[in-house]
Structures are given as structure tokens and as C-alpha cells.
């Protein structure tokens, strides 16, 4: 078993329901073992700035599936939980990022590992750095990315 960390973003709908619901497809499919989910987090859009604010979270766990099975997995369930994938960083129902698979450094035309924008993203860091605070990313401490990034618009939710 690999730990993991998946990242999750919604601006549409029942923003924390999308989320709620993703993670409990996760964990009915049993392909990810002791997961755990931060708080949920109010955030700014990030990328393309036109559009409603998001709710993030990120959650950690163990899995068999090797990176891509992973993906196809997460992206599975943006499929049912209808992902469109119209613009770019733009509106969605649900994202679920792979942010880590173990020490693992991966670059594919599909997937990067860790996801190339980590250490950009006060709202991946913040609920990461919840679940492990420890958590070093591509040799750099995910505390110390954070540290350099402004976290002041992200307003804690739930749990």
C-alpha cells in the first residue's frame, strides 16, 4: 500500500456536498483504505478568477492502484458526479486532484507527480498540512511552500 493525497475543489451546486459525496464513492469503493479528510475551506477561485468561490479539501490514505489507475479512478467519479471539462481552471462540480502518491516523481502527458501546482496553492497546503504536518513534496517541506503563499482568504467551514 502507497499513502496518497488527493486534493478536492467545487464552485457549483452544493459545493461541500460535491465534495462529501466524491469521498464517499472513495471510500464505498474500497480502493482507498484509511482515508481521512481535512476541514473544509471557503477559497478564491484560482486560475481563471471569473467565476464563484470554491470550497477545497484534501484527504489522505493508502492504496494498491498504481498512479494511473488512481487517476482513472478519481476521474471515474468527476465522470458520474458530472465534470465537464469546458474551460480551463473554470467552473466544475467536482476536481479531485492527485496531489502525491507516496515519494513517487512521475511525469507523464497526463499526470504529474507531485501535481505540478502543489506548492502554488495555499488551498491544497492548508487542508494538507492539517491531515500531515510533516508532508515534504518533490524535496521541498509543504510548511515552508505554505509560508510563502498568502492563505488569508480561506475560511475554514467544517471538521
Known amino acids: 500500500m502507497i499513502e496518497i493525497g488527493l486534493g478536492f475543489g467545487s464552485n ?34 484560482w486560475g481563471n478568477l471569473d467565476q464563484d468561490w470554491f470550497v477545497n479539501a484534501c484527504g489522505i490514505g493508502e492504496t494498491a492502484l498504481s498512479p494511473t489507475q488512481l487517476l482513472h479512478f478519481v476521474q471515474g467519479i468527476e465522470q458520474r458526479m458530472g465534470r465537464k471539462r469546458i474551460i480551463h481552471w473554470g467552473p466544475r462540480t467536482i476536481d479531485i486532484d492527485l496531489l502525491y502518491y507516496g515519494s513517487a516523481k512521475l511525469d507523464l502527458p497526463d499526470l504529474m507527480i507531485p501535481h505540478v501546482e ?42
Open 12 to 45: 457549483m451546486g452544493d459545493k461541500a456536498g460535491h465534495i462529501l459525496q466524491a469521498v464517499a464513492e472513495i471510500q464505498a469503493a474500497g480502493a482507498v483504505q484509511n482515508f481521512r479528510l481535512s476541514g473544509l475551506y471557503r477559497t478564491a477561485p
Open 118 to 159: 502543489v506548492l502554488n496553492r495555499a488551498f491544497v497546503l492548508v487542508p494538507l498540512l492539517e491531515l500531515k504536518p510533516d508532508l515534504v513534496l518533490g524535496g521541498v517541506t509543504a510548511s515552508d511552500a505554505l509560508a510563502k503563499l498568502d492563505s488569508s482568504d480561506m475560511v475554514r467551514l467544517s471538521q
